[in-house]
């Protein structure tokens, strides 16, 4: 004998009290469990103890306090379907209806499929001929369960003849043994049942057994009046004890519609933090990559920012000298005047090179908040060195303004005016000391 009825009992060691499984039930209820479904969005929002219609072009979420929400299908990123027990429905009829649900969503989207490996694995076992029933009536039944249950596309079903070859070689007659040989087939649940004959009608009883835990998840059963639809009622079965099972499991079904998804998370992140965004999207290469080139380029700038600093500090100390006359300051005022001019290409140069870091910076930055909201950049990510602007040639002479060619920030300024005073060469010539002012843009 395959199945025998278990004791529908638990026997508590200590005190040796003894619950009875409809005791159990009713304390249950009482306790009101929780079974929501799960929706999980791509942007990471995640909302739980809901009711999800899945529709056309968007899903229904339907909340405790009668509130609803759609979304777009391609919003979605998993769906985690089981029966709702809210205290409004804990009802036996409500628990059934909530099963059924469950079934008919995963029987009318069977393109929602779970994750790889989180399929749960089914053993069925014959089921067994009670009062009344033929062994050839009940193996019809059997056969009509199995194929029902299969056509739902929720459980990996475990081979059956290689199944009760095994059984039949270990020479099993309790559901006990069952387990065990159904757990080196790697099944997670096993399903045993039997058929009986009351009067006229039908009765298919049913078990879902957790083979690890070795307890029953639950039970069920369908009546099969005379003259009704046998069809009909086996399918009704089916589906209550695939809804059922997804109480005790882990399912989440993955969303087949193809979408852009939202990479809001990602961009915040990578906007208040370079590579941070990447980093959460677990991809550490690229993260620690835009960190680093950003934090490097941030301090090539500091290094840069110095220079100029100090190369504006020589030009302002230059241009005090250009205003003294070379009776004070020993040197002629001409080459004041060049000293002046070398350190205000200096300033120039160096604004430059400072003013390139900055761009380079904010490309960085940019590419990084770019990259977490859109592109999809390798590993082997490159960065490719545009031109850099040529160097601009030097000023003729004093007389002409300086022209400033290329793009630049200036956020390191020189586009200034400055005056500087010194004795022209004619007059210098002549002995006089008029003094002749140049005015240019550096």
């Known amino acids: 004998m395959?199945?025998?009825?278990?004791?529908?009992?638990?026997?508590?060691?200590?005190?040796?009290?003894?619950?009875?499984?409809?005791?159990?039930?009713?304390?249950?209820?009482?306790?009101?469990?929780?079974?929501?479904?799960?929706?999980?969005?791509?942007?990471?929002?995640?909302?739980?103890?809901?009711?999800?219609?899945?529709?056309?072009q968007s899903l229904k979420v339907s909340f405790q306090n009668q509130s609803s929400l759609e979304f777009e299908k391609k919003l979605v990123k998993t769906l985690k379907i089981r029966p709702v027990n809210w205290p409004s429905k804990n009802s036996k009829k409500a628990i059934?209806?909530?099963?059924?649900?469950?079934?008919?969503?995963?029987?009318?989207?069977?393109?929602?499929?779970?994750?790889?490996?989180?399929?749960?694995?089914?053993?069925?076992?014959?089921?067994?001929?009670?009062?009344?029933?033929?062994?050839?009536?009940?193996?019809?039944?059997?056969?009509?369960?199995?194929?029902?249950?299969?056509?739902?596309?929720?459980?990996?079903?475990?081979?059956?003849?290689?199944?009760?070859?095994?059984?039949?070689?270990?020479?099993?007659?309790?559901k006990k043994c069952a387990g065990e040989i159904a757990e080196k087939f790697k099944a997670n649940k096993l399903l045993v049942g039997s058929i009986s004959r009351i009067g006229k009608d039908i009765y298919i009883s049913g078990d879902v057994i957790d083979?690890?835990?070795?307890?029953?998840?639950?039970?069920?059963?369908?009546?099969?009046?005379?003259?009704?639809?046998i069809r009909e009622s086996i399918e009704e079965f089916s589906r209550l004890i695939t809804g059922g099972t997804l109480e005790y499991w882990n399912y989440e079904a993955l969303n087949p519609y193809q979408g852009e998804p939202s990479h809001i998370p990602y961009l915040w992140r990578s906007t208040i933090l370079p590579g941070f965004g990447q980093w959460h999207k677990n991809q550490p290469f690229?993260?620690?990559?835009?960190?680093?080139?950003?934090?490097?380029?941030l301090v090539y700038l500091n290094s840069k920012k110095n220079v100029y600093n100090s190369n504006y500090s020589s030009f302002e100390n230059a241009k005090k000298l250009s205003y003294l006359p070379g009776s004070i300051t020993g040197v002629p005022s001409i080459y004041l005047f060049l000293y002046a001019e070398s350190s205000r290409n200096s300033v120039k140069t160096s604004s430059r090179a400072a003013d390139a870091t900055v761009t380079l910076a904010l490309a960085i930055y940019l590419m990084n908040v770019i990259d977490a909201y859109v592109i999809d950049i390798p590993n082997d990510v490159l960065i490719e060195e545009g031109e850099q602007p040529s160097s601009p040639s030097e000023p003729a002479s004093p007389e002409t303004p300086s022209q400033e060619q290329g793009f630049h920030f200036f956020l390191f300024p020189q586009d200034k005016f400055a005056t500087f005073s010194y004795p022209s060469l004619s007059t210098m010539k002549a002995g006089r000391s008029m003094e002749v002012s140049y005015t240019y843009r550096f």
């Open 286 to 297: 690229r993260g620690g990559l835009y960190f680093s080139l950003f934090a490097g380029s």
């Open 2 to 56: 395959f199945y025998k009825k278990y004791e529908n009992s638990i026997v508590l060691s200590k005190g040796n009290i003894i619950i009875t499984m409809s005791k159990l039930y009713i304390i249950l209820l009482l306790s009101v469990p929780i079974f929501p479904d799960t929706l999980f969005l791509k942007s990471g929002k995640k909302y739980e103890n809901v009711i999800v219609k899945i529709q056309v």
């Open 96 to 174: 059934k209806e909530e099963r059924l649900r469950v079934a008919e969503i995963l029987m009318t989207n069977t393109n929602w499929k779970p994750k790889e490996g989180e399929k749960p694995r089914l053993a069925i076992l014959p089921f067994e001929d009670t009062s009344r029933v033929s062994k050839a009536e009940a193996k019809l039944y059997s056969q009509l369960i199995k194929a029902s249950i299969i056509q739902k596309k929720v459980f990996h079903v475990v081979d059956e003849v290689s199944f009760l070859k095994a059984i039949r070689e270990g020479k099993c007659n309790d």
């Open 211 to 229: 083979i690890h835990k070795r307890t029953v998840d639950f039970s069920e059963t369908v009546k099969i009046e005379s003259g009704g639809d």
